[in-house]
């Protein structure tokens, strides 16, 4: 599927956050399989200077650039007190976990009285921001708006760069379909389409066009492959994926980092079929090199070379060191295993191979022209934290609320009358949360908590502001929630802001419930039995178990954790100033009991038939369907879609389905059309749907917009039992609408040259 998205069509609609960064995006970004690749580089036969320094290098000194060391922990592994002296002896080729200029300048000295004075890589896991923290990427998937996503990268790579950074582990395309997996705040949900997409779109943000310009940073495609299957939502555990799967769902956003020339890429920790990643040679050969034909760098992850150990596939570190590199894994992050590899023909031939990889990434990056390329104080104070950057993580942050309920039509408030709101929750003032797990140098006191941003905005136009936290965000205590409730009591509307504390997400954050943690839910009960208004805000970082929060509350919005800017998108969404228009990127189960459960899963023998209860697909304790479906989020206007039509001709590709939204309603909103499409019959089970399109508008009231879904040949292959993407000529339901329960709305026949006609149903 192509979409083409203009950046500036995108400014123009949106919330003007461009303008802020436009120095750093200005072209024309074409979203598609058809898209040229940004970069892709790749060692040259002739390239005398890698080749003479290679011939010159010592097998400590090629050991050296194969082991990357961490300035600061973000595992368990311990940092090793020499590592100084060890860049300077060459032994240390790239430091991860390390930033700010004037630190990563006094490695870069050391690294330069070396030997051969082959500069280092300074690597960092910037996964949404660096100091001006975005919100999490789930967050920026629930925006479906990829150039959104596009920006932020971008922005978060010229502030890292201006920080020593040169590389980013980011981004993290893992499909992800149990939300008791704390890592699902870090990818783009359960879809592999919107994957792809956003795949795309973040490693153009984060490599720009051109790796050496000293605003880029080189990305990585993590983690190859199949950690989100972790069994039980459980992160680091087995998964059992088959080839079909892996190459149908869990793939596809790998090949589309590729195609946008993804410089690097890691293996995720946890084995699949027998076979942890990092010696998975089906993975880093067959499907890497060989299929994909990726010429980067592949980083291991951390410690995870040593962890083959207690994989039990290799009984010493020189087996595990041997594995590793034999399977096509050139970096070594923090098991320092290669440097004492064993050398052998074999092993000096993977050696040297991962050397020159290491080394062009190196040269691609500018370093060995300048290696204080990314050095530079004065640019660091005038980057960093640049207040314009705010204003995009203000906008990023609305454009990611997702909207569940407005039953009572409370949003936009109507602020007539209001003289006190009462922001109540655990987590309204918590500014940390805010900023989501993942980030290593966000400042909770740079971050503009829910409860400050309505504060001083509220408070601006002459309404009080009061506040309790109820209870904690995750121990159960409820002796506060009396007093918030008395506090709801008084006022005239009650901001509820709800969720879960930061630590309860991201790596190694896994949860068996995802309801309110601690004794949320009595607050909630207590708060909404004092009748007043009330708006509940979620702050979270997974899809959430709601059904016993969605009965007592008529207004419920997710808002995620939003990243620096929060309080004042909050603001700006419960008053209007934003539209709200997000839209799940996962979807949002009735209760644990249900997962996995996702929109694209396989329709099964005995599907759920109306009015038949026993014998089919179903649950007897509860329904089968989830609380919101994917793609599902309501806007606070009225949105009327036109039947779509085939507008390209019988015969001929690619097939164009267009249609008309329109806003109906009194207020400028925002709507997602999304196009699914549901293979009637095929030689391998078909998914029950399957998204091939969104773009999202923002509509004036009185507005009509024209969307455009085209349709590729390659868009309809699916992986065949022989492993390989095939087609087949047959007939396809088609649906356009709000969220992925779009209703049919005709049957198209496809054949070998494009549509061969269409039927209604
Ligand atoms: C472990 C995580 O799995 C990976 O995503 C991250 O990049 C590394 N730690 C480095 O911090």
């Known amino acids: 599927m192509s979409i083409r998205f203009s950046l500036s069509k995108s400014l123009v609609a949106g919330l003007a956050f461009g303008l802020f960064v436009q120095p750093v995006v200005a072209q024309e970004t074409e979203w598609g399989s058809d898209a040229p690749p940004a970069i892709r580089k790749t060692f040259q036969k002739d390239d005398v200077f890698l080749k003479d320094l290679l011939a010159k290098m010592t097998w400590e000194e090629k050991c050296g650039q194969l082991t990357q060391y961490a300035g600061e922990l973000t595992g368990p592994q311990p940092i090793k007190k020499e590592l100084f002296s060890r860049i300077g002896t060459g032994e240390i080729g790239s430091v991860l976990s390390i930033s700010g200029v004037e630190r990563c300048r006094k490695m870069q000295d050391e690294a330069l009285k070396s030997r051969l004075k082959i500069p280092l890589v300074f690597a960092f896991d910037v996964i949404h921001g660096y100091r001006t923290v975005y919100p999490i990427p789930i967050s920026e998937a629930a925006s479906f708006d990829p150039a959104l996503a596009q920006e932020a990268a971008r922005v978060a790579a010229t502030e890292a760069s201006a920080a020593g950074i040169n590389w980013t582990f980011a981004p993290m395309v893992d499909l992800a379909r149990d939300p008791r997996w704390g890592r699902v705040i870090e990818g783009a949900g359960e879809d592999p389409y919107m994957g792809s997409v956003f795949a795309k779109a973040r490693v153009r943000g984060f490599q720009g066009e051109d790796l050496s310009q000293p605003d880029t940073l080189?990305?990585?495609?993590?983690?190859?492959?199949?950690y989100g299957a972790a069994e039980g939502g459980r992160d680091y555990d087995t998964s059992e994926i088959s080839e079909m799967t892996l190459r149908e769902s869990y793939m596809p956003p790998f090949e589309a980092a590729m195609e946008a020339g993804v410089a690097t890429v890691m293996p995720s920790f946890q084995e699949t079929a027998g076979r942890p990643s990092h010696a998975n040679t089906f993975l880093l050969q067959d499907l890497l090199r060989e299929e994909w034909g990726f010429p980067g760098v592949v980083v291991s992850d951390y410690g995870a070379i040593e962890e083959l150990l207690a994989h039990r596939i290799a009984g010493d570190r020189n087996s595990a060191g041997k594995l590793a590199l034999e399977a096509g894994v050139d970096i070594d992050m923090m098991s320092d295993i290669f440097r004492t590899l064993p050398r052998t023909p074999e092993t000096e031939k993977a050696v040297d191979e991962a050397v020159l990889r290491v080394l062009t990434l190196k040269k691609d990056l500018g370093l060995f022209e300048d290696p204080y390329r990314y050095l530079d104080v004065e640019r660091e104070s005038q980057v960093v934290m640049n207040p314009e950057y705010r204003r995009g993580a203000r906008a990023a942050a609305a454009k990611g609320a997702v909207l569940l309920e407005n039953r009572d039509s409370l949003l936009p408030l109507d602020l007539n009358g209001v003289k006190q709101i009462a922001v109540i929750g655990p987590l309204a003032a918590d500014a940390r949360s805010a900023l989501g797990e993942w980030n290593l140098v966000g400042r909770a006191e740079d971050t503009v908590s829910p409860l400050m941003g309505l504060q001083k905005n509220f408070e601006n136009r002459g309404i009080?502001?009061?506040?309790?936290?109820?209870?904690?965000?995750?121990?159960?205590?409820?002796?506060?929630?009396?007093?918030?409730?008395?506090?709801?009591?008084?006022?005239?509307?009650?901001?509820?802001?709800?969720?879960?504390?930061?630590?309860?997400?991201?790596?190694?954050?896994?949860?068996?419930?995802?309801g309110l943690p601690g004794s949320q839910q009595d607050l909630l009960e207590a708060v909404v039995a004092k009748g007043k208004p009330t708006v509940t805000v979620l702050a979270n970082g997974r899809p959430l178990a709601l059904t016993e929060v969605k009965d007592l509350t008529p207004t419920l919005l997710v808002l995620w954790h939003a990243g620096i800017e929060s309080g004042n998108a909050l603001y700006d969404l419960l008053v209007g100033d934003a539209p709200i228009g997000g839209k799940l990127p996962m979807t949002f189960p009735r209760s644990v009991?249900?997962?996995?459960?996702?929109?694209?899963?396989?329709?099964?023998?005995?599907?759920?038939?109306?009015?038949?209860?026993?014998?089919?697909?179903?649950?007897?304790?509860?329904?089968?369907?989830?609380?919101?479906p994917f793609g599902y989020g309501l806007t606070t206007s009225a949105m009327k879609f036109s039947t779509p039509v085939v507008s390209s001709k019988p015969g001929e590709w690619p097939i164009v389905i267009e249609g008309d939204i329109s806003n109906t309603g009194s207020r400028t909103a925002d709507e997602v059309p999304q196009l699914y499409l549901s293979d009637e019959v095929r030689s391998v089970t078909p998914p029950r749907k399957e998204l091939k399109g969104f773009e999202r508008f923002t509509l004036e009231p009185g507005q009509t917009q024209k969307y455009r879904f085209v349709i590729e040949k390659d868009d309809l292959r699916f992986v065949g039992l022989d492993m390989k993407r095939t087609f087949e000529p047959g007939w396809y339901t088609v649906a356009v609408g709000a969220d992925s329960d779009a209703a049919a709305n005709f049957r198209m026949e496809v054949g070998e040259d494009g549509l061969v006609g269409v039927s209604r149903p």
């Open 218 to 226: 080189a990305a990585c495609a993590k983690h190859l492959g199949g």
């Open 464 to 514: 009080k502001v009061v506040h309790s936290e109820g209870c904690p965000s995750w121990e159960s205590d409820p002796s506060g929630i009396s007093k918030a409730a008395q506090l709801a009591a008084e006022s005239d509307l009650v901001i509820l802001v709800l969720g879960e504390p930061y630590d309860a997400t991201g790596e190694s954050r896994n949860r068996t419930q995802i």
């Open 593 to 628: 009991g249900q997962i996995p459960l996702y929109y694209n899963r396989k329709t099964s023998g005995r599907p759920p038939a109306e009015g038949v209860e026993k014998y089919r697909v179903d649950y007897h304790d509860s329904p089968l369907t989830p609380l919101y």
